[in-house]
């Protein structure tokens, strides 16, 4: 009888520990691709938005390699400050005048409808995470260093 007990507590515990260990990782896992802060993280790269435009124009997969899924700060020239349809603004920096390509910085949502200032073609510079290139390059959890 001491002997099935032992087993079968072995048997729950180490089924125990899987699951720790599985809940463990799924929620790094999670935590590391859409939480943790990431807007009050310093910033791994400083780079004028021509310049990044001109990156990612260059070579896109080296762009990618450098700048995707880090911290970026960006410093520009404001073209429009749009919002999408969940009232949430989208700051988007000027590359050169006949540039089409802009750099889109979704703002945070601790910036509310009607509490900026900011106007177009206000320097401004925007940190956040890269998500690489669609039509434009895309930055989301973004905050306004200046």
């Known amino acids: 009888m001491l002997n099935t007990y032992m087993e079968r507590r072995t048997k729950y515990?180490?089924?125990?520990?899987?699951?720790l260990i599985a809940g463990l990782s799924i929620y790094g896992l999670w935590h590391q691709l859409y939480g943790g802060g990431k807007a009050l993280a310093k910033a791994d790269y400083h780079i004028a938005a021509p310049d990044l435009i001109a990156a990612f124009d260059?070579?896109?997969?080296?762009?990618?390699?450098?700048?995707?899924?880090?911290?970026?700060?960006?410093?520009?020239?404001?073209?429009?400050?749009?919002?999408?349809?969940?009232?949430?603004?989208?700051?988007?920096?000027?590359?050169?005048?006949?540039?089409?390509?802009?750099?889109?910085?979704?703002?945070d949502s601790l910036y509310k409808q009607g509490e900026l200032t900011l106007r177009a073609g206000d320097s401004v510079t925007i940190r956040g995470t890269c998500t690489g290139r669609w039509l434009n390059i895309i930055l989301v959890q973004c905050i306004i260093e200046k």
């Open 13 to 19: 515990g180490i089924f125990l520990l899987v699951f």
């Open 58 to 107: 260059r070579n896109e997969g080296s762009a990618d390699s450098l700048y995707l899924y880090k911290v970026i700060s960006v410093s520009g020239v404001l073209r429009e400050l749009a919002t999408n349809g969940k009232s949430e603004y989208i700051a988007r920096l000027a590359g050169d005048r006949n540039e089409k390509t802009t750099v889109d910085c979704h703002l």
